[in-house]
């Protein structure tokens, strides 16, 4: 994993993990929310077959966590990998609540393009 770059493409909605060479190996696809408060909110992981099992996705969820603590944000997640990974560490992924999460599925229910 020590040879994983992972940078965040905000215009493009997307933690990217990268390899040595900077081909893109995995990412998280996820949208900004403002109210009721500021948040990332990742709506889906994708690690490519031949990286799968190398902690890609793990390290890609951390990234995601700390970016939006460095910013004051939230992070509401509505990815199925980041909720799981959220909930085997607590202590790195503090829970949204319920208002949040609620506004960021109705978010994305008004954006289906965001997917």
Same mark, same amino acid.
């Given at each position: 994993?020590?040879?994983?770059?992972?940078?965040?493409?905000?215009?493009?909605?997307? #933690?990217? +993990? *990268?390899?040595?060479?900077?081909? #893109?190996? &995995? =990412?998280? %696809?996820?949208?900004? *929310?403002?109210? !009721?408060? +500021? +948040?990332?909110? !990742?709506? =889906?992981?994708?690690?490519?077959?031949?990286?799968?099992?190398? &902690?890609?996705?793990?390290?890609?969820?951390?990234? #995601?966590?700390?970016?939006?603590?460095?910013? &004051?944000?939230?992070?509401?997640?509505?990815?199925?990998?980041?909720?799981?990974?959220? %909930?085997?560490?607590?202590?790195?992924?503090? !829970?949204?609540?319920?208002? /949040? /999460?609620?506004? +960021?599925? *109705?978010? #994305?229910?008004?954006? !289906?393009?965001?997917?």
């Amino acid at each position: 994993m020590s040879d994983i770059h992972i940078r965040d493409d905000r215009e493009a909605g997307r #933690l990217e +993990a *990268l390899d040595a060479g900077g081909e #893109l190996v &995995g =990412h998280i %696809a996820y949208f900004t *929310l403002d109210a !009721p408060e +500021a +948040a990332l909110v !990742p709506v =889906h992981t994708i690690v490519e077959p031949a990286h799968e099992g190398q &902690g890609i996705a793990g390290s890609l969820a951390r990234e #995601l966590y700390a970016v939006a603590a460095r910013e &004051g944000k939230q992070v509401a997640p509505l990815c199925p990998y980041v909720v799981s990974w959220a %909930a085997r560490h607590p202590d790195e992924a503090p !829970p949204a609540s319920p208002e /949040l /999460l609620g506004a +960021a599925k *109705l978010w #994305l229910k008004e954006h !289906p393009e965001a997917r």
